[in-house]
């Protein structure tokens, strides 16, 4: 199992228009990260599991695994102002297991904002609701947040909207904000949807032509890809795998990209690598027309066997920190991390932190 709760952090700080620039990092964070994982937005306890989405509690209430904080996307506005969106798994009516039991739980999205890249605070609201989204009472989850073709306020979040267990069929989705991601209205209709198949994790890359493409895990096969024409709202299905399902680190399954620019012909990804439905790692893979890429053999960050990233290295988001330049790059990687201290390697999902290291 794993939580279906997104490219690099969405930079507005300099290019606010939806191109290729708000993907750009002043230089390659690579693959040499920190093994210290520390905790960058908890989950609830076992003694709240109807929480207040801008509650926090302490760090050592009891938790065991019945909801969890995942799937982290973050927005870097002009002012300098970050706000990560994030997937909240609870328990579901008659379902008390929570997240340990995914594919009957519940999940909303919520954000945190922060001004140096590390430090985060939940912010009062719902940003989307299962309901608000088409998904019931199950889950929406994976908010990549991008700016809206055409505009130069208004943002869109794509999700997925799931309504079911994770065999289930479902859709990719999408609403617009004009309040800098605080209230959304959900866009009619699916963005993208693969036959009877479940997808998830969508990823927005906007390409040089005007168009974009949008990458997604399709279970059973990896991440693959589909291209818009127009804006971002309907796209089509492009030939092949991006990166596929396969051992030693990726056996079980391989997804959420994570896709930074690094020049006009240079991409980096990283991604969730499964060898198992117990262990996840993240690894990394480079391209030069993100349609091809060559995987590294080797994860950039793995489970610790102990701590809050004891199991499991999931889906992640790349921040690049103030004061980064060419010479001396800074960045924080926030990621999914399990701790597997339930059954089968389950456990408590919070949003980890690790640093870049030069």
């Known amino acids: ?52 989405p801008e509650a926090t509690w302490a760090t050592d209430a009891i938790r065991t695994g019945l909801c969890g904080t995942v799937s982290p996307r973050v927005v870097k506005f002009p002012d300098g102002l970050y706000r990560v969106f994030y997937s909240q798994i609870l328990p579901r009516e008659g379902f008390p297991a929570g997240a340990n039991d995914y594919d009957n739980a519940t999940t909303r999205i919520l954000s945190a904002v922060s ?7 939940p912010e009062p609201g719902v940003r989307m609701g299962a309901q608000q989204g088409g998904a019931g009472d199950f889950r929406v989850v994976s908010s990549e947040v991008v700016p809206m ?10 999700f997925e909207c799931c309504r079911g ?24 209709g ?4 693969i ?23 399709q279970r059973g096969v990896g991440i693959v890809s589909a291209v818009s024409s127009d804006g971002g709202t309907t796209f089509e299905l492009e030939p092949g795998v991006r990166v596929a399902q396969a051992p030693p680190h990726a056996t079980h399954t391989a997804f959420a990209s994570e896709i930074l620019r690094l020049g006009p012909s240079s991409f980096r990804m990283y991604f969730a690598g499964y060898s198992s439905p117990r262990h996840a790692a993240v690894l990394t ?7 091809d ?42 990621f999914e991390a399990c701790d597997g201290t339930a059954t089968d390697q389950r456990g408590v999902w919070r949003v980890g932190r690790v640093l870049s290291q030069p």
């Open 190 to 193: 699916e963005r993208l949807a």
């Open 195 to 217: 036959g009877e198949t479940n997808i998830s994790s969508p990823r927005i890359v906007f390409l040089d032509d005007g168009r974009c493409r949008l990458y997604v895990h």
């Open 149 to 158: 073709a055409g505009e130069t306020e208004r943002l869109r979040m794509y």
């Open 115 to 121: 001004t140096d890249g590390v430090t985060w605070a």
């Open 285 to 291: 893979a480079v391209s030069e027309d993100g349609l």
């Open 293 to 334: 890429w060559a995987v590294d053999p080797s994860p950039v960050v793995s489970p610790s066997g102990s701590g809050v990233g004891a199991a499991k290295c999931s889906e992640m988001c790349v921040v690049e920190l103030p004061g980064s330049t060419p010479e001396s790059g800074r960045f924080a990687m926030l």
């Open 165 to 188: 267990s994770q065999q289930t069929r479902n859709g990719i989705r999408s609403a617009v904000s004009s309040d800098r991601g605080l209230n959304w209205d959900v866009e009619p």
């Open 1 to 52: 199992m794993f939580p279906r709760t997104i490219p690099i952090m969405i930079n507005l700080s300099e290019v606010q228009a939806a191109s290729p620039g708000v993907h750009e990092v002043s230089c390659d964070p690579g693959c040499r990260w920190s093994s210290h994982v520390e905790v960058a937005l908890d989950a609830a306890p076992d003694s709240d599991t109807a929480p207040c």
